[in-house]
């Protein structure tokens, strides 16, 4: 029996006819689908049929925390939002940090579901359990940070809210939701779902206790966690660089996307680098709930103050767009939050847009007058306030960088670096065969928390393509999406090492339900095999589990891995071998045998 960790309740809110009312969870689906990203697969597995679109009244938003969101757990400030993506027309969802999750749990529910669509702009207010429907026409059109600023105004400072801004107004394919001020749900067009809604906002706040089946061993373990972080030799850089500090080791490694992926080293890496970053632009840093570490980065340039960049930002719009400078990455990444955009789909499809122009395929006309080339700040300014607001060039690329690839034309979606429709993150895979695996096999699309499998690449050989890598991609794939299902941040287990059954200990003293850490990763399995159901019923095949054709025909251009490419062929056989490995059939489908296994067959719904 369940007693803690959950509230056991959800709230479905129906924006069309401005009704919400409490559902009951049975416990037996909230184990089997642990939390977080799983309920969210879950729920949009039952209700939302295979051919509505992302931008329908019947698609469905799922905002959920996890058993662990709020209790005493380190980091433990994660809400995944789940949704059909109109990046990629299949599952989609989102990670983000800060607190909204714990306000969340605090206010009695453990997940929203957001459903139909309001007749005009509307923030979703959830206070201690009462929820009302507010009218947001006086922040329509305002951007993300200002509207934050405004509804807290409004409601109070200790509400925690989820915003969009103009991208997701408009629709763009990638707008991002920004939650507690510089946090962002970013990738799989989330805030493009929020604004097809007229939801500009949620705003929640709770005083209610998150009940605990165990407290006492919970802040223990809690304590020795902590302890254990804090005597890590990486923690001091981290808390000053946070993930800023992977950007020399990328470069060194030649795996840092730069000029739309065109070569893997950055010639300017210096210039946008951590310890640039710390010596030209940063204030302080900033932390989740309940993390010790605090990996987020708070920069200034020339007055403007944003949390930010983070690795994959400065990667995505710096080196990518050969931006030679942290202060404009800085404020690119700035007017990227600001507007709603995601920074890695934005420094994709803009960098995308910059060789099409340095190639002859877009000109000054079609661009509205920018010259839209690598290194320039003002270009890539420019071009993410059109995408934002859907203007002249922007309204093409703000489809994503498929579709702009094949509007555009010339050959040139050899070179639109996505898969599945999502756009690339900060990764070069042409020297790392299982994170080429990682990208081609994810569910939501090229996403790289998905399965960071490049390190293992680095540590083995990164010209093979053996079944070792394979199965590291697969386990991968289940414990680091476990940690969204959780709504724990996975760094101190990926990061710092911490020992990944400690995450057991705390979903046991959290909930009562004693589970070992391999039940946990089967859970996650379940999930991954439930995204893959969804995936196929909406048309996904197998060749859509592939890769950009730039990976396997142009070779790394310089640098010690000059040459490298993927091998087709032996690409191929990891593709079939994952499928084999899975339990799925050799077109990617998961056999019955495994659905069995899985408990798929016949799994619980929401409330049974
Ligand atoms: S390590 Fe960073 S992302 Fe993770 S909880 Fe802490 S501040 Fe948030």
């Known amino acids: ?70 209790l005493i757990v380190p980091c433990s400030g994660k809400t995944s939002f789940s949704t059909i993506s109109p990046a990629t027309g299949l599952y989609g969802d989102s990670n983000v940090g800060g607190e909204f999750s714990c306000a969340l749990k605090r206010s009695g529910f453990d997940a929203l579901i957001i459903e139909g669509s309001a007749e005009k702009p509307v923030i979703l207010a959830v206070d201690d359990g009462n929820v009302m429907l507010k009218d947001a026409s006086h922040i329509w059109g305002m951007p993300s940070l200002d509207a934050e600023k405004a509804v807290k105004d ?3 400072k200790d509400f925690h809210t989820a915003v969009i801004g103009p991208a997701g107004e408009n629709l763009v394919k990638f707008a991002a939701v920004n939650c507690d001020f510089g ?37 223990e373990t809690y304590k020795e966690t902590v302890a254990w972080m804090i005597k890590h030799p990486a923690f001091d850089l981290w808390k000053r660089q946070g993930t800023m500090q992977s950007i020399d080791w990328a470069n060194e490694l030649s795996c840092l996307p730069t000029r739309n992926f065109q070569e893997a080293q950055y010639e300017e890496f210096k210039k946008i680098n951590g310890d640039t970053m710390e010596s030209l632009t940063r204030l302080h840093n900033k932390g989740c709930y309940l993390c010790p570490i605090r990996c987020g980065q708070v920069n200034q340039v020339e007055g403007t ?34 507007l709603g955009l995601d920074t890695i789909s934005t420094g994709n499809t803009v960098a995308f847009a910059m060789e099409c122009y340095e190639k002859g395929y877009l000109d000054r006309e079609d661009t509205g007058g920018i010259k839209l080339k690598f290194g320039s700040s003002e270009a890539l300014n420019e071009t993410i306030k059109k995408i934002a607001y859907r203007e002249g060039i922007g309204s093409l690329l703000a489809e994503g960088v498929e579709k702009a690839s094949q509007a555009v034309g010339h050959g040139s979606e050899r070179f639109a670096m996505h898969v599945k429709g999502l756009e690339v993150s900060g990764y070069d895979v042409r020297g790392a065969p299982a994170m080429g695996l990682s990208y081609a096999t994810s569910d939501i699309g090229a996403h790289h928390n998905r399965a960071w499998a490049i390190t293992y690449d680095i540590k083995t050989d990164r010209k093979s393509y053996g079944e070792d890598k394979v199965k590291w991609v697969i386990y991968l794939q289940h414990i680091r999406p476990l940690f969204d299902c959780l709504g724990v941040c996975r760094f101190p287990w990926v990061e710092l090492g911490l020992n990944a059954d400690y995450y057991a200990e705390f979903y046991t003293y959290a909930t009562g339900v004693k589970a070992s ?31 950009p054709p730039r990976v396997f025909e142009d070779g790394i251009p310089s640098g010690p891995l000059k040459g490298l490419t993927l091998s087709r062929e032996k690409f191929r056989w990891m593709v079939e071998k994952y499928y084999e490995l899975r339990g799925w059939s050799e077109n990617g489908v998961p056999t019955e045998a495994k659905l069995g296994e899985l408990g798929l067959l016949d799994s619980p719904s929401l409330s049974s």
């Open 517 to 547: 850490l391999e039940e946990l990763l089967k859970g996650s399995e379940r999930v991954w095999n439930l995204t893959r159901l969804i995936n196929l019923k909406r048309g996904l095949k197998a060749e859509d589990d592939w890769l």
């Open 183 to 219: 946090r962002q749900a970013a990738r799989c067009g989330v805030g493009a779902v929020m604004g097809s809604k007229k939801l500009k906002a949620i705003a929640v706040r709770g005083s209610k206790a998150i009940p605990a089946a165990n407290p006492d061993r919970l802040k």
């Open 305 to 338: 103050v944003v949390e930010g960049p983070e690795y994959e930002t400065a990667v995505m719009l710096g080196s990518n767009c050969a931006l030679p400078s942290i202060e404009d990455v800085v404020y690119a990444n700035y007017l990227c939050d600001q």
């Open 154 to 156: 409004e409601l109070g």
């Open 1 to 70: 029996m369940i007693e803690g960790g959950y509230t056991l309740k959800v709230l479905r809110v129906d924006l069309t006819r401005r009704k919400a009312k409490v559902q009951p969870v049975s416990e037996r689906f909230a184990v089997w689908f642990v939390g977080g990203r799983g309920w969210g697969a879950k729920i949009l597995y039952d209700e939302v049929e295979s051919g509505v679109d992302a931008f329908s009244p019947e698609n469905k938003i799922v905002v959920a925390s996890g058993p662990l969101s709020g």
